[in-house]
């Protein structure tokens, strides 16, 4: 059965303090893993999609990394407007579902 | 929003009713899915499609079925609603192995 464990479940940071927020899977061969934003009482937002062992992935100051066990999504200086629940989900090749973590939810403090 | 809607946006229903919950594409793509969120358990599938009259299960998909009579339209209806069923569904639409969200039901049974 897919797994995905993120952690931490829940992260304060100053602004421009960077870190990073793990996502660790189990997938009997990964199609692909994904990372989505949410905010608040709204749909999760696309942000990326991480193929394979070794790529990477960036948008403003994220960058999303992936190793054939866990990925990373590294926040360089964030700032306020970052604060939501980040999730991570992989897909297992030939299945359409997607198995969810159950996200962290970042807080930016000005 | 990726141009999907889901109407309504907040529903309360009393335990037995049937409910009807409703996602519209305008972008025409074949997969279209609908998930669940609930605390502490991320978000789970309940049934998707990948055409017109052509749905499967996901992992919840109990005391639910859908319809799709439209490639723009995909129903999801509770037969008889059960106050385990309360949660908040999104809808999705697949574009290659990617899947963007729709806003989300707020559904309360009572």
């Known amino acids: 059965e897919d797994q995905v464990t993120q952690s931490p479940e829940a992260l304060r940071l100053q602004e421009g303090e960077s870190s990073s927020l793990n996502c660790s899977y189990t997938?009997?061969?990964?199609?692909?893993l994904f990372w989505y934003r949410q905010d608040p009482g709204k749909g999760p937002e696309f942000l990326f999609t991480?193929?394979?062992a070794g790529e990477e992935k960036e948008k403003e100051r994220l960058k999303a990394t992936l190793t054939k066990k866990e990925s990373f999504l590294h926040i360089t200086a964030p700032k306020p407007e970052d604060s939501a629940t980040y999730l991570c989900?992989?897909?297992?090749?030939?299945?359409?579902?997607?198995?969810f973590g159950t996200g962290t939810r970042l807080t930016i403090i000005p | 929003d990726a141009g999907i809607t889901q109407s309504p946006r907040h529903k309360v229903t009393e335990t037995g009713t049937p409910v009807t919950l409703r996602c519209h594409q305008t972008?025409?793509?074949?997969?279209m899915y609908w998930y669940r969120q609930d605390p502490g358990h991320g978000l789970r599938l309940i049934h998707y499609s990948y055409g017109v009259k052509d749905t499967d299960k996901g992992e919840v998909s109990d005391g639910y079925s859908v319809s799709r009579s439209k490639t723009e339209d995909f129903l999801l209806t509770l037969e008889s609603a059960t106050s385990s069923q309360t949660s908040v569904y999104f809808c999705?639409?697949?574009?290659?192995?990617?899947?963007?969200f729709g806003p989300g039901t707020r559904l309360t049974v009572t």
């Open positions: 997938v009997s061969g990964l199609r692909g």
């Open positions: 989900a992989v897909q297992a090749s030939g299945n359409e579902k997607l198995t």
């Open positions: 999705a639409q697949g574009q290659g192995y990617e899947q963007y």
């Open positions: 991480l193929y394979s």
């Open positions: 972008e025409n793509h074949r997969y």
